[in-house]
């Protein structure tokens, strides 16, 4: 377990300190969650490897479910618990704070158990084999597509369970990444939780080319990311003599340092952020973005869509609150345009979109920017604001996505052919589908932020935090850009409700028990966190405060 | 007994009814008509127990927490004004849902219905609400289920006309939002830091603050109203509209704008609000003006309806906006009288169109032979809009001149030019749609029939009872108009013309 071995410059520390090396403390129960998902993906790997191929799947999803669960379960456990140890692989010695890789502390534990909640709807929407007796996966990843080999896997009815032990190990990247307390496992996590995902976007059963191209997309695009963010990491060593984040804090603010106009620190702030905005697929860094949602299976595509955000904006968050407070009027200038570019961009060119998915995903790069004005607050209502927001537009996310899984081409005979992903083939949906219009609905106006859904609440904690931080600019943008975004949501409800059918070529497929529960859930912490979001709220604001 | 949630419960109770599926669709509108009624019952029994000597306060008051963390009650209450705004929604359903009673098949009439009374429990929460983010909820919530009632039901330019609405009362309302944001922030925050009451009164931190917060209430309330120049939406929107969507459109939806200046923008930000009296005064008369001949230009009878509708919601903002009792009152009145006027046009309207299959006016022209109840139906309402003494909107255009002359002679006078606009953009329909020969289209056409009747009946007897007696209504108005007063710190200016106006006689200070 990497981030459990203490970190190298903590070892120096150590060293001249004591003389010898001791053992890293670990504190297990803490940090039991994410041994739990990553115990999970292990066996998961051997169930591949051991069990007979016609109980595979049904063992893989089991396994994935059990592991998410448990690890939810621990996840509470650790939050009940009280006495939240924040440190594990922590050498022992605290240097104006807490030493170690991992810090288990309230803001943490929040994102990870959103992680885990979302992560285990998603598994459910993967697991679906109801509408396709294969699933949404290729039956045989290695086949190049049109090849004689792919057509005789598909009819020797191969059935794909890669996927779950590769989601496994995500998650559990997903989780360490905002529980990281320095830089280096910060990028260790940050691997371990993006070379699953760039492997599961070309898994898709249809249209094989185009997510391929997606995969190796976001794997060239995220490769150059992740360089960007160990550069910058390098440059913030030689500016703090450190990779944890609080002796870079300590480093900026503090008199002996070198004080903040090193170029190193802004250089290397640049480049980390560069590698952070990546991930959440913040304006200028969104180009892959759309691409890969729509060449990713759709499952996929949800699950990224939900849980890649809430663990990128984890560590954004703990790097912006922990790591940079002190070179604050350094950045939050740049992150202001960052947050307005990323609002206009993603709302405006979401209008110009013909395909569903493609424009799911600039409405996530409108997100995006919204979550930001909730960062720039600065605030510990920012914090939970961004929180909370997280939480709400990750289940509305994974519902929808699930939803766009179930409308598809009419195949031939019985069969269901492909999604019908383009916008007009979604024409007259309401009417011969009201069920799943209506939910679509539901979700869509979540998006828009229309009071008594989740959106609206997750809108103006965010925007309440911006005014309330100065931003009130960030806030008007915000808005306006909100409104746009209404125009482009609104257009897929007209088309459903108020258009002529598109023809017999689109057809509703009856989804299983998995995807019903999973949307049925979405659907049901949609309007819940809408209209009683007192709960969640609570819980945002008590784990509003990073541990540094 | 928490009335106001329990009149605001029962149209959504109503509405699951309808909309269950074990419900059959052709009972939905009996199921709908008769929630709509059991509302009006309590709503009435409600105002019956109103307490007039104390209209100035909120009674019935209803507070609960809600969502703590963000200084969100759930907090109801009504004062004299909002007693009448509910009262007018509660009036409206049942009317509205037996306008439509033959309109839909059955299929479609359960989504229609359905919708009406999610519609009309969002209505009396807006009107209740005495917390900030509250009425914010309800106001941005009552686009949803107009928009699909434009979408699923409307004309053939239905799908524009819906989008239109939305986004524009979207723009607005989102532009409120950060308004709403930046007032509690200003407030005193806390677990009930949106409560109307916590926020009246308060030391901004600034004069440009205070005008900022305010811009944004008020863009969002021009644009509900709807006032010159952000009216566009609206004769797109009631044209488009089934006749029952439309009255609850223009009759109480729109009201909502007027009603949000009136109560919430003049107390909260008194300062403000008296710093944009000129430019809002102007703003509209000139609604007044543009929308009346626009209205002489229609050639659609329902856009014709909306364009005189823009131009009375002008008359409402500017008594508003004078600032004096009479005005203020005057502009209360008119949005009660407004709603019964308009609601009568446009059911008679629809009726119309109903039988003519077209609601272009030239297609019309005799009838007042053809089907004489119908063409009185319409002359009433028609003189009611244009201020008839002895009908109800005349008292309170009378009112709303009369305060506005005292301040601002300029405006009164220029806005006394919308009243003849008025007469002509009424009796030249009436004259083109009415009068003349006997013509063939209407040949086998029936008259106003039992349930026609009974949906413009009341409708009349209201518009003449209040022409005659108002008292009753502004005995329950003038109390909280005077707290407005107080609150915006402004004083009827001398000499004050008291005893001017037979109907208000004794009953304005």
């Known amino acids: 377990m990497t981030p459990l071995v203490s970190a190298a410059p903590s070892l120096a520390d150590v060293l001249t300190a004591a003389g010898t090396i001791p053992a890293p403390k670990v504190d297990y129960f803490a940090v039991s969650p994410l041994l739990v998902v990553f115990a999970a993906a292990i066996v998961g790997v051997m169930v591949e490897a051991f069990v007979p191929r016609e109980s595979r799947f049904r063992v893989q999803v089991g396994v994935a479910v059990l592991g998410l669960v448990a690890g939810a379960a621990l996840v509470g456990a650790v939050a009940v618990d009280g006495r939240v140890l924040q440190t594990a692989g922590s050498a022992g010695a605290a240097v104006g704070g807490i030493v170690g890789a991992v810090v288990v502390d309230k803001p943490a534990l929040f994102l990870q158990g959103s992680i885990l909640v979302l992560s285990l709807l998603s598994v459910l929407t993967m697991a679906e084999r109801t509408v396709e007796s294969g699933g949404p996966f290729t039956p045989q990843a290695s086949a190049v597509p049109g090849s004689p080999a792919e057509s005789l896997a598909r009819r020797a009815g191969l059935v794909q369970s890669e996927v779950f032990p590769l989601l496994m190990f995500s998650v559990g990247g997903m989780m360490l990444f905002p529980a990281a307390n320095d830089l280096l496992t910060m990028f260790i996590a940050l691997e371990v939780f993006s070379l699953p995902l760039y492997l599961m976007c070309g898994l898709a059963r249809r249209r094989r080319l185009l997510s391929q191209e997606a995969s190796l997309k976001y794997f060239l695009l995220g490769a150059f990311s992740s360089a960007f963010f160990l550069y910058g990491t390098a440059l913030l060593y030689g500016f703090a003599g450190s990779v944890r984040l609080f002796d870079i804090a300590q480093a900026i603010s503090g008199d002996s340092g070198p004080v903040g106009k090193d170029p190193l620190l802004l250089l290397g702030i640049a480049l ?122 990750g289940f509305s996310t994974v519902g929808a996505f699930a939803l766009v899984t179930l409308v598809r081409d009419a195949g031939d005979g019985d069969a269901v052919g492909g999604e019908a992903t383009h916008l007009s083939q979604w024409a007259g949906l309401g009417r011969r589908s009201p069920l799943l219009a209506g939910l679509f609905t539901l979700f869509l106006l979540a998006f828009a932020g229309i009071p008594l859904t989740s959106g609206f609440i997750g809108k103006y904690a965010v925007f309440s935090a911006a005014v309330a931080g100065g931003g009130w600019v960030l806030a008007l943008v915000g808005v306006l850009a909100s409104a746009v975004a209404a125009f482009f949501y609104l257009r897929v409800v007209v088309l459903m409700y108020f258009s002529e059918p598109s023809g017999p070529t689109t057809v509703v497929a009856t989804p299983g028990v998995p995807v019903v529960v999973a949307v049925s859930v979405a659907a049901f912490a949609t309007l819940l966190l809408g209209v009683f979001p007192t709960v969640v709220l609570d819980l945002t604001q008590g784990a509003s405060a990073f541990l540094p | ?445 029936r008259d106003l029939d039992a349930r026609e009747a009974f949906v413009v009946a009341p409708l009349i007897a209201v518009i003449i009872a209040l022409g005659f007696f108002p008292k009753p209504v502004l005995d329950v108005l003038n109390p909280a108009v005077e707290r407005t007063m107080q609150q915006v710190g402004v004083t009827d200016p001398e000499p004050t013309v008291a005893g001017v106006t037979p109907a208000a006689e004794g009953t304005t200070p």
């Open chain 2, 1 to 445: 007994m928490p009335w106001l949630t329990l009149i605001g419960a029962v149209p959504l109770v109503g509405a699951l009814a309808v909309w269950l599926p074990f419900t059959p669709a052709a009972k939905a509108r009996v199921v709908a008509l008769a929630t709509s009624v059991v509302a009006l019952v309590l709503t009435l029994a409600m105002a019956l127990q109103f307490d007039v000597g104390t209209a100035g306060e909120y009674q019935f008051a209803e507070t609960y927490r809600w969502i703590p963390d963000l200084g969100v009650s759930y907090a109801l209450g009504v004062d004299g004004i909002a007693l009448t705004m509910v009262a007018l929604s509660a009036v409206l359903v049942p009317v509205c849902v037996l306008a439509g009673w033959n309109e839909l098949e059955p299929e479609q009439s359960k989504t229609f219905f359905a919708l009406m009374l999610v519609l009309e429990t969002f209505m009396i929460g807006v009107f209740a609400a005495r917390d900030v983010f509250l009425f914010y909820v309800f106001f941005e919530a009552m686009l949803v289920p107009v928009y699909f009632l434009i979408g699923f039901f409307g004309g053939p330019n239905r799908r524009y006309a819906a989008v239109k609405f939305f986004l524009y009362s979207l723009f607005g309302g989102l532009v409120m939002l950060v308004a709403v944001i930046a007032l509690y922030v200003q407030g005193p925050g806390g677990p009930d830091g949106f409560l109307t009451d916590k926020l009246t009164g308060l030391d901004f931190s600034g004069t440009a603050t205070e005008r900022l917060i305010f811009l944004g209430f008020f863009l969002a309330f021009a644009i509900k109203a709807p006032m010159w120049p952000v009216h566009t939406w609206l004769p797109d929107a009631a044209a488009e509209a089934p006749a029952g969507v439309a009255v609850l459109l223009v009759g109480v939806l729109d009201k909502v704008g007027t009603f949000g200046m009136l109560t919430l923008c003049l107390p909260l930000f008194p300062e403000a609000s008296k710093w944009a009296v000129p430019v809002v005064i102007v703003l509209a008369v000139v609604s007044v003006i543009y929308g009346a001949l626009l209205a002489i230009g229609q050639s659609d009878l329902k856009r014709l309806i909306a364009y005189t509708s823009i131009s009375h919601f002008g008359f409402i903002v500017l008594g508003v906006f004078a600032m004096t009792s009479y005005g203020q009152s005057g502009s209360a009145l008119y949005m009660v009288n407004h709603g019964f006027s308009t609601a009568a046009l446009f059911l008679v309207a629809g009726m119309l169109i109903a039988r003519r299959g077209s609601a272009r006016i030239e297609d019309y022209g005799g009838l007042q032979r053809s089907t004489p109840l119908l063409a009185g139906v319409f002359l009433v309402a028609g003189m009611s809009s244009l201020a008839l003494p002895g009908l109800s909107s005349f008292v309170s255009e009378f009112l709303v001149l009369v305060g506005t002359f005292t301040r601002y002679p300029a405006a009164a006078i220029v806005a006394t030019v919308g009243i003849i606009l008025a007469a002509l953009y009424i009796l030249l329909t009436y004259q083109r749609m009415f009068t003349g020969p006997k013509r063939d289209y209407a040949a086998g056409w």
């Open chain 1, 272 to 393: 980390l952020a560069v590698g952070l905005l990546f991930k959440v697929g913040a304006a200028p860094f969104h180009i892959w973005t759309p691409d890969v949602y729509q060449g990713a299976p759709t499952p996929v595509t949800g699950f990224m869509a939900a849980c890649t955000k809430i663990a990128a904006f984890g560590a954004l968050l703990r790097v912006s609150y922990v790591a940079l407070p002190g070179a604050r009027w350094d950045w939050t200038p740049a992150l202001w345009g960052v947050a307005i570019l990323t609002m206009v961009v993603g709302a405006v060119i979401a209008i110009v979109q013909t395909d569903v998915k493609r424009m799911l995903a600039y409405s996530s790069i409108a997100h995006a920017g919204f979550i930001l004005t909730g960062i720039l607050a600065y605030s510990r209502s920012g914090v939970s604001s961004v929180l909370f927001y997280l939480l709400a537009y």
